[in-house]
């Protein structure tokens, strides 16, 4: 696969997909040193049992390994879409990962389900559009931003929901009516209950739609090893 470092606009901004969807899993920054994906843990694919679509917001491998194989899994489990990211080769040069026809692509896309607009990207900071905070503590810094021009702009349209990803931290906030929410990391997840750097069980999200009302729920995978029930957080925003 060609690697690249600059995008062209309609590279980036992927434009419109859409799906029959009203239950929506995400992840993101698995990091996979495999391939074909079976490092994985299997407790995201029970996570997933039931979900219409799977959303990965990128960061599946690690360097120029982009173990895209982890796509073909998780299609065991429900019909798969994925964005586009930035990563480092082993030459210490940046490069953007390739897109794969209609289930990756973009660096930020948009997909239409149950009414609603969701805005899917690895890192709200980077091109394309405007750079949108989120610090390490997981919420993204929206004090002062006119927050629908500016996820307007970074998608190429209206969103209702914005997925993100790349802090490796859990979280849902409401800004503007906009439904901001990052699904963690399955594999390297951070914040309350997690030692930052070690591999152990994290946490994905599931997104529900019903009624024009989007509502998030962050699933810690440990439950599901444990036989225990998910833990949840959940925040809402109407359809505009």
């Given at each position: 696969?060609?690697?690249?470092?600059?995008?062209?606009?309609?590279?980036?901004i992927?434009?419109?997909?859409?799906?029959?969807?009203?239950?929506?899993?995400?992840?993101?920054d698995?990091?996979?040193t495999?391939?074909?994906?079976?490092?994985?843990?299997?407790?995201?694919?029970?996570?997933?049992?039931?979900?219409?679509?799977?959303?990965?917001?990128g960061?599946?491998?690690?360097?120029d390994?982009?173990?895209?194989?982890?796509?073909?899994?998780?299609?065991?489990?429900?019909?798969?879409l994925?964005?586009?990211?930035q990563?480092?080769?082993?030459?210490?040069?940046?490069?953007?990962?390739?897109?794969?026809?209609?289930?990756?692509?973009?660096l930020?896309?948009?997909?239409e389900?149950?009414?609603?607009?969701?805005?899917?990207?690895h890192?709200?900071?980077?091109?394309?559009?405007?750079?949108?905070?989120?610090p390490?503590?997981?919420?993204?810094?929206?004090?002062?931003?006119?927050v629908?021009?500016?996820?307007?702009?970074?998608?190429?349209?209206?969103?209702?929901?914005?997925?993100?990803?790349?802090?490796?931290?859990?979280?849902?906030?409401?800004?503007?009516?906009?439904?901001?929410?990052?699904?963690?990391?399955?594999?390297?997840?951070?914040?309350?209950?997690?030692?930052?750097?070690?591999?152990?069980?994290?946490?994905?999200?599931i997104l529900?739609?019903?009624?024009?009302i989007?509502?998030?729920?962050?699933?810690?995978?440990?439950?599901?090893?444990?036989?225990?029930?998910?833990?949840e957080?959940?925040?809402?925003v109407?359809?505009?």
């Open positions: 696969m060609a690697q690249q470092s600059v995008l062209s606009p309609a590279e980036a992927a434009g419109v997909s859409r799906v029959e969807a009203r239950r929506i899993g995400f992840l993101s698995d990091h996979n495999q391939q074909d994906g079976s490092d994985l843990p299997a407790e995201v694919l029970a996570a997933f049992e039931g979900v219409d679509l799977i959303v990965h917001l960061h599946m491998g690690v360097r390994m982009f173990a895209r194989g982890v796509l073909d899994r998780l299609a065991t489990a429900a019909p798969v994925a964005v586009r990211d990563s480092t080769a082993k030459d210490g040069t940046k490069l953007i990962t390739p897109a794969e026809g209609e289930r990756v692509k973009g930020t896309r948009i997909i389900a149950g009414g609603l607009g969701i805005g899917a990207v890192n709200l900071s980077i091109p394309p559009g405007p750079e949108i905070v989120a390490p503590g997981g919420l993204p810094e929206l004090s002062g931003v006119r629908r021009e500016v996820v307007r702009e970074k998608f190429g349209g209206p969103v209702d929901v914005v997925a993100y990803a790349s802090t490796h931290r859990a979280a849902a906030i409401v800004a503007d009516g906009v439904l901001f929410v990052n699904p963690g990391s399955p594999t390297y997840p951070k914040g309350p209950g997690y030692t930052a750097g070690q591999r152990q069980l994290g946490t994905v999200g529900e739609i019903a009624d024009g989007a509502a998030f729920e962050v699933v810690e995978l440990r439950h599901f090893a444990a036989a225990e029930p998910p833990a957080q959940r925040a809402a109407p359809a505009m």
